[in-house]
């Protein structure tokens, strides 16, 4: 199983960009799926969370400015980032909670992070 994680950039502060990650090989179900960030100096964090049923989950930083979707059938989840700041550069990586067959338990697997920089 591997998550592809793409749509980072630099961008000016109040800009957008759209974060795509996209789960394949042996998957029988996936659960969570999530984008967390990693700045300089600091521990990873929760970003935004989906469940299967679209019920979604915001950092209180990030609330009213992005938005986490996913697309079930294409195993692919989603980040939009609208009014960008300087703050919300890191490192973004995916998160998706997947069983690769209906006997196995749930696993954590990671994407390969995609850099966001916000300039000032």
């Known amino acids: 199983v591997q998550l592809q994680a793409s749509g980072g950039g630099l961008v000016q502060a109040g800009g957008s960009l759209r974060l795509s990650c996209a789960a394949s090989?042996?998957?029988?179900?996936?659960?969570?799926m999530g984008w967390y960030r990693q700045a300089p100096g600091k521990q990873r964090e929760l970003v935004a969370l989906i469940t299967r049923g679209s019920s979604t989950n915001y950092a209180d930083s990030v609330k009213d400015r992005f938005t986490i979707s996913r697309d079930v059938a294409k195993n692919t989840v989603y980040l939009q980032m609208n009014t960008l700041r300087p703050e919300d550069t890191a490192i973004y990586y995916c998160?998706?909670?997947?069983?690769?067959?209906?006997?196995?338990?749930?696993?954590?697997?990671w994407g390969q992070g995609t850099q966001v920089t916000v300039s000032s």
């Open positions: 090989g042996s998957i029988f179900s996936i659960n969570d």
């Open positions: 998160n998706a909670k997947i069983r690769r067959s209906w006997s196995q338990k749930e696993y954590d697997y």
